[in-house]
């Protein structure tokens, strides 16, 4: 199939890692221009070499605690290089812990990172879409959307009010050839996930390997699902074929999700 992404620019943000960084990839693969956005430079760079060619990709280096920042950034590189008519809204999730044991400071950071940040970037590129009459926001986001994960209190909370922002401003933009659409990536062996084991089995008092041999049997699959998997989705979300698709919450999670 073809996607019809060629020369189509992304922006792809936590892209030096996991999910992010196989969107990228997967996305430069399909000959869309990307432009990876992180706080860390040389994983910027290193990432940049990985991405296949040719294409114009590059790399915006900005903080996600730091909205302001991160929205003088991307402007920046709109008005002296170009719009985008993808953006993939991908940070990494706030810390484990019960809900009632957490700090109002880990609320406002997580809110900071995943409703503000998705915000800026989205009213920086809608202006741009609206006039290529195409574009596709789309938000990695988490199974929780749908069913909260014990442990994880803040990310539930926080999850579920990017579901609710991106529904919004799904009505509002599709009239002009726009999506917004959220993927929810279950058990994914990242980074992130290694350290949801490590915290689980530490709590249990067992081994890592035995903690998450444990996890995959909670999945019909009874496997981890590797990041060009959920990164496939993503980017068929973000192509033409996608184009009636708009304002969902799609579960890349081999069937663990129970409801509907």
Not at 126 to 137: A, D, L, N, T, V
Request: overall charge negative.
């Amino acid at each position: 199939m073809d996607l019809k992404i060629k020369n189509k620019n992304a922006l792809v943000c936590g892209s030096t890692q996991g999910i992010g960084k196989a969107t990228a990839i997967v996305l430069a693969q399909e000959g869309a221009n990307v432009t990876l956005v992180a706080r860390n430079r040389e994983k910027l760079k290193a990432a940049l070499e990985e991405l296949p060619q040719p294409g114009n990709h590059s790399y915006i280096v900005a903080d996600f605690t730091n909205p302001r920042d991160l929205q003088e950034q991307v402007i920046k590189f709109i008005e002296n290089n170009h719009g985008f008519h993808i953006v993939i809204n991908n940070t990494g999730g706030p810390r484990s812990g019960a809900i009632l044991t957490a700090s109002l400071e880990e609320f406002e950071n997580a809110f900071t990172m995943h409703i503000k940040c998705n915000h800026v970037l989205a009213q920086a590129a809608i202006p741009f879409m609206k006039s290529e009459g195409f574009g596709r926001i789309i938000n990695v986001v988490s199974t929780s959307v749908k069913e909260p994960i014990p442990g994880l209190g803040v990310s539930n909370t926080i999850r579920g009010a990017v579901g609710n922002w991106s529904k919004t401003l799904s009505d509002e933009v599709a009239e002009y050839g726009i999506t917004v659409n959220n993927v929810l990536p279950g058990f994914t062996d990242t980074e992130r996930l290694a350290e949801i084991v490590k915290i689980k089995a530490k709590a249990e008092d067992v081994t890592e390997e035995n903690m998450a041999e444990t996890m995959k049997t909670y999945t019909p699959a009874k496997r981890f699902a590797q990041p060009e998997e959920t990164a496939s989705v993503i980017t068929f979300l973000a192509s033409e074929a996608a184009a009636y698709v708009n304002g969902v919450n799609i579960p890349v999670d081999g069937g663990r999700t129970k409801s509907l």
